[in-house]
């Protein structure tokens, strides 16, 4: 069998343990410096130097680690290295680490938490920064990357989860990131049964059925494509005032924004920037139920403790309060008052405290955004929204409920949350 020996320089060294599988794969006899020199006599028809053009300019541990090879000062090469063609290609501008993997891209702030990200394409994720490979604290392990000719690192579980779909709930963990000083969560891709099944409804109303039949029929829809929404409601502060017409519902800072139309609730998520929108009914009702389509943002069963709606405190006329529950405000509550009501993404306020606006025209089920309902140039149509508000009965604030208004309506229970494409 042919022999091979691979040298190397410090920043390099990922990249040599990657090279000297690809030529064992290759039929290859390999021996790399880190193994210890063998006993005997090794006839070696390959040699090959692993280096950087950091290594050249570094000095100390940037010098090849091979003390049979001597390279004094040279200068750089023009050209650059050539690559293996799985090797993700990197570049790097004034602010972000950005890299690419095949057609996609994922771009973090340098230095981040390892459990924090910033734009997702598809692709990988990079953990850190580091020449030295990070200690695994779980069963997962670290994979290299280039960077600048650097070594990173990334973890092959965050690869394997964000590369699929998600099979269940509790298979994700929740991925929050600030963009522009909002808070947005990760929604992964994955399918889901939207809608309620029979069972679902029964155990829902035990009067009559008809304010939820348009939950039906059931369908199965897939999300190709993860995508982001925002923590929590928009905010009075976000918005830049609260609603003069509806200020004892919402007047704080931290209240959500109500007595809002649709149009301005669109035109101000499109405000926000590139890619922004209202979400799909279909992206909230994913983004509060998971694939494993619970009922409620935190499981199948209703507990007026993790969520603002007609309870003891709610004195709104033609709504049945439930005067078991008390959740401790009688109209809006500030944003993300109820954290362990949040959704399996991360998101707050998914059920309850104010309806919430899409971007869906209302529209029979089986729902298909390509049937037209997604239409945004449509200005004298229901619009649906969602989540359930805080003068509703707990029914209403399941996750799958359906409601509707016209996109003019400004109520004083709907507000909205804002949408990004990756």
Known sequence: MSCASISYSTKNKPYAGKLAKHCQNQGFDVWVDWQGIKYGVMLVLLVVLVVGLTAFTGGGDDEPSTSAIHTPSPTPPQTPSPTLTSTPQVSIDYEYIIVKIDDGRVRLEPNL?????????????????????????GSYQWLPVIIENQAGWVRNDIVDILSGEIAHNPDWTPYI?????????LVPAGCFVMGSTDEQLDYAVSTSRAYVENEQPVAELCFEEPFWIDRYEVTNEQYGSAASTCTKYSSDPNQPRICINWFDAQAYCEGRGEGYRLPTEAELEYGARGPDAWVYPWGDDFDGRLVNFCDTNCTFDGVEADETADDGYAYTAPVGSYALGASWVGALDLSGNVWEWTSSLYADYPYDKDDGREALDDTNTIRVI?????????????????????????????????????
């Open 113 to 137: 938490d390892s459990t924090i990200l910033f734009e997702l394409a598809g692709g990988t994720i990079i953990e850190r920064d580091s020449h030295e490979q990070p200690v695994a604290e």
């Open 386 to 422: 969602r989540a359930g508000s805080w003068y509703v009965s707990d029914y209403r604030t399941r996750a799958a409920y359906r409601n509707r208004y016209y996109a003019y309506d400004e109520d004083y229970g709907v507000g909205f949350r804002c949408a990004r494409s990756r």
């Open 177 to 185: 990131h600030e963009f522009d000083g909002v808070e947005m969560v």
